[in-house]
């Protein structure tokens, strides 16, 4: 008798052992390097009376979170499941990638600038034509409808246009131009070539304590962004004249010590913002300008700016250029892919949406009455351009005299972006840019640190290209001199 | 009455079965698995897939890039286990010592172990902080006077090396030092005893009693501190770009079969032919350990 009770026993534990290996296997695949933060906890719904229809949302910011509550308030009967994991290193695209084929695949993605190509241009996305009367009811900026449609079939649409701009200092352009009228300031950085004049001039004027620029690395975009081709033509990698340009350009001001050198998204790079940077000698240090897009300013630099509020102003700046983004796609795969659409809709091409969106009426409270869970600091503050044309002209004027236009010292960002929205080319964008250009950031620190020669530098982008994409054929590097 | 017929002889079975169909299911398969997707095409961004032989193994050796990877590999595995297993070796020798009989060697030890609690993620980025370039190692250092001015640590190629390397000493000699010190004291006294009353030194009882009774605990260190460092990964990939810059000099086998997976595709054949490598690789390495410490009759 206690034989055959052991032999039961026994027979448990395996069979749970045997259990708890199979609960770990349908896990496992998904989880190939931990992301940095923690995934929010996927609250199943909860066992109600009608059955909510559960969307999965991933992201790599919290930005959309906010739109899915408002979609969840009308529409009670989804419930949508946000998960963000950041992208600082990559994390998102390869956790993204890492699903495919797995349990774990969300029903709608959010989709950077960066690597939204990639997706557009793979068969995992659902088509989304269907949408695309509403961008012309909304007039939503062909730049964006372009980077998200890959040969006829649009599977992207995004809440937002990118174009970009160049924020300074009115007190540091007074003190060292005499002036800080937008204008004036825009003719003395108007080109590359006076924009190196006027570096100089900022730093003769405060003995070497101001910097142009936080650093070179933001003006990579800009340049980008006015390339004759984009990165790959006919599997060849197109090495055009911009990026050397660029290379050029970033030396000079390194040389020159034009910039903080505080690499971008760095506490020193923040610090600039707000006047609080201190080099290693205790010396306050101050950085005039920073190249940053639409987002950059709600985002970026306002929240970072401490006392300076209404000391900054905003022009073109050197070179047109757009930067980053967010697109939102779903997966073909998605079992519940009309309320994905009807979710994508909403968020992108939905009018009441976005002007609440931009006009700062995503409050945390207002939030917080949808759902009392929703995090103390989910919110939207106003001044996200949309990518609806009808949308800007109906709020641009409401700008005038907001936070934003005392912040800017009495402009409307609004106004100018929307100058510079429609001009936006959507075509150098392609799937591979993400790795071609994390490529060339890492070898292009270590020249301008003068750790490598710049012929080092070209040969060490190139064979990482070619290691990355073996299929590619790749040029001769660029001669130096 | 023995009504369910069980033998005896069953149980072992029984009691090795879980661990037979998690090795299978978590060892083997992806082993097989990995083999398999090495000969292969396969990117996680396409449907389609296609057997291309060799093909991956032929663009690895090409490139240069997966030879510079190993060579980074090897130089940041041997200068971190050199002086790892020279402290070790020295601290555990104290450690165990018979004449000198050093108090609370517990709490020691537990002090040197503690790193290896920490995630290495979590120290990566702590150094990634201390260490840029308005960071408090800039300030500390130009205000003492040590640097003229502040400086890219991060950029400089034996810099960010020698970090890499300290953190990985610095996270694994406790270890180390618990494993030997356990070898040590599992020698027995009265050998040491008997060497003492003869008037053997203390590095003569080092040469002949210790080290030759401690081979199969430091074959077991060699090769697991090999197969470690030949994965290495997380530090310096959280420490800098997750590339291995500066210039790919941190770049290991593993970061590089991480950007050949992460890479706008996703190639995992063309990762999986790194992996196979590393394998075949270390394995070899392994057995040449295990020759060149055989127990020699």
């Known amino acids: ?481 | 009455m023995n009504r369910f017929g069980i033998r005896k002889d069953y149980h072992g079975y029984l009691f090795i079965t879980p661990f037979i169909l998690g090795f299978l299911v978590f060892g083997l398969y992806p082993v097989i698995n990995t083999l398999t997707l090495s000969f292969t095409d396969t990117t996680l961004m396409s449907r389609e897939a296609s057997f291309i032989g060799l093909k991956n193994f032929q663009r690895l050796f090409a490139d240069d890039f997966f030879m510079k990877a190993v060579r980074n590999t090897w130089v940041l595995w041997i200068l971190n286990f050199i002086p790892q297993i020279g402290i070790a070796m020295l601290l555990s020798i104290w450690f165990t010592s018979a004449r000198l009989r050093i108090r609370a060697v517990g709490i020691w030890r537990a002090l040197f172990y503690l790193p290896n609690l920490l995630m290495p993620a979590a120290i990566a980025r702590l150094f990634f902080s201390l260490f840029s370039f308005y960071g408090p190692v800039n300030q500390f250092m130009v205000q003492a006077g040590i640097l003229g001015e502040a400086m890219h640590f991060l950029q400089d190629i034996s810099v960010t090396r020698g970090i890499v390397v300290f953190i990985q000493w610095w996270m694994w000699f406790g270890q180390t030092v618990i494993i030997l010190m356990a070898g040590m004291t599992a020698i027995p006294i009265h050998l040491y005893e008997a060497a003492m009353v003869d008037g053997a030194s203390g590095f003569q009882m080092f040469r002949r009693i210790t080290l030759p009774l401690l081979k199969p605990i430091l074959i077991f260190i060699f090769v697991t501190s090999l197969v470690g460092g030949m994965q290495m990964f997380d530090i310096p990939y959280m420490l800098t770009d997750g590339r291995g810059s500066p210039v790919y000099s941190t770049m290991t086998n593993n970061i590089l079969m991480y950007m050949k997976f992460s890479s706008s595709k996703g190639h995992i054949g063309a990762a999986s032919s790194v992996g196979v490598l590393v394998f075949i690789m270390t394995s070899l390495c392994a057995m040449g350990i295990f020759y060149f410490l055989r127990e020699r009759d």
């Open chain 1, 1 to 481: 008798m206690r034989k055959s009770v052991l032999y039961l026993l026994s027979l448990l534990v395996v069979a749970s052992m045997i259990l708890a290996a199979c609960g770990g296997a349908t896990e496992a695949p998904a989880e190939p390097a931990e992301p940095a933060a923690p995934a929010e906890p996927a609250e199943p719904a909860e066992p109600a009376p009608t059955e909510k229809t559960v969307l999965n949302v991933w992201s790599f910011t919290n930005e959309i979170r906010t739109m899915a509550i408002a979609y969840e308030a009308k529409n009670p009967n989804v419930d949508v499941v946000y998960t963000m994991i950041p992208m600082t290193d990559g994390e998102y695209q390869t956790k993204l990638k890492s699903s495919l084929g797995t349990s774990d695949i969300p029903d709608v993605i959010a989709l950077e600038a960066a690597f939204v190509k990639e997706w557009v241009e793979a068969d995992f996305l659902a088509d989304l034509n269907d949408l695309l009367p509403l961008t012309e009811e909304l007039q939503t900026f062909p730049a964006v409808v372009q980077v998200g449609s890959h040969e006829g079939v649009t599977k992207g649409y995004s809440y937002q246009a990118t174009p970009g701009a160049f924020f300074y200092r009115r007190s540091i352009a007074t003190e060292c131009f005499g002036t800080d009228d937008p204008s004036e300031v825009q003719a003395l950085v108007a080109d590359l070539d006076k924009f190196v004049e006027t570096a100089a001039t900022i730093q003769e004027c405060s003995g070497g304590d101001y910097f142009m620029v936080g650093t070179s690395a933001a003006m990579f975009n800009p340049f980008l962004a006015n390339r004759a081709q984009p990165w790959i033509v006919d599997d060849t990698l197109i090495i055009d004249p911009m990026v050397e340009a660029y290379i050029d350009f970033a030396k000079v001001m390194r040389d020159g010590d034009y910039e903080s050198q505080a690499s971008q998204w760095s506490e020193g790079w923040f610090a600039g913002m707000s006047d609080t940077l201190v080099d290693a000698e205790g010396t306050p240090k101050r950085i005039f300008s920073y190249f940053l897009p639409t987002w950059g300013l709600p985002y970026v630099l306002m929240p970072n700016s401490g006392e300076t509020g209404g000391d900054w102003a905003m022009i073109d700046g050197p070179l047109a250029y757009q930067w980053g983004g967010t697109w939102v796609g779903a997966m073909a795969d998605s079992p519940n892919i009309d309320v994905a659409k009807d979710f994508i809709a909403f968020v992108a091409l939905d009018e009441e949406n976005l002007t609440n969106w931009a006009t700062g009426v995503y409050t945390n409270e207002y939030l917080a009455a949808i759902d009392p869970e929703v995090p103390e600091d989910q919110a939207q503050a106003p001044g996200d351009f949309v990518s609806s044309q009808v949308v800007v002209e109906k709020i641009t004027a409401s700008f005038d005299g907001s936070e934003l236009y005392e912040w800017l010292g009495g402009q409307n960002n609004y106004e100018a972006f929307g100058k510079a929205a429609p001009k936006v080319n959507g075509a150098l964008l392609t799937g591979s840019d993400d790795a071609i250009q994390r490529a060339l950031e890492t070898v292009r620190d270590a020249y301008l640190n003068g750790e490598i020669t710049e012929a080092e530098m070209w040969q060490q982008w190139l064979d990482s290209v070619r290691s990355e994409f073996p299929e590619l054929l790749i040029p001769d590097p660029p001669a130096t001199d």
